[in-house]
């Protein structure tokens, strides 16, 4: 197994699913025989969009909070590209935050 990289992103309850599959669509979230693998809570995503933003939802100059699904998973790090660009297409903010984390393996401990 390759470098492996974790993969995070923050997403509208309603959109959830759409995201998900885009990821496994460009190949994140295998493990051995497993495909699809991720692991999602719920919290509040908080933003301030400036005037010349084109928000999503939310109101222009204002601290905003809204529901979202946070989503995990991973991929080999060659596959990061494909699927960083995946979450951004399928994603319906403006500016999704995207985290990559390199990971370590147990191999390297």
Do not use: W
């Amino acid at each position: 197994m390759g470098e492996r990289v974790m993969i995070v992103v923050g997403v509208p309850p309603e959109h959830a699913e759409t995201v998900l599959g885009a990821i496994a669509d460009a190949g994140g979230g295998v493990v051995g025989e497993y495909t699809h693998c991720a692991f999602t809570s719920t919290g509040l995503g908080r933003f301030k969009p400036a005037e010349a933003a084109n928000p999503h939802v939310g109101e222009k100059g204002a601290i905003n909070s809204v529901p979202e699904v946070r989503i995990e998973t991973f991929c080999e790090r060659a596959r990061a590209r494909a699927v960083t660009a995946a979450i951004r297409q399928a994603h319906p903010y403006e500016e999704p935050v995207i985290y990559v984390l390199p990971l370590l393996s147990e191999h390297d401990l």
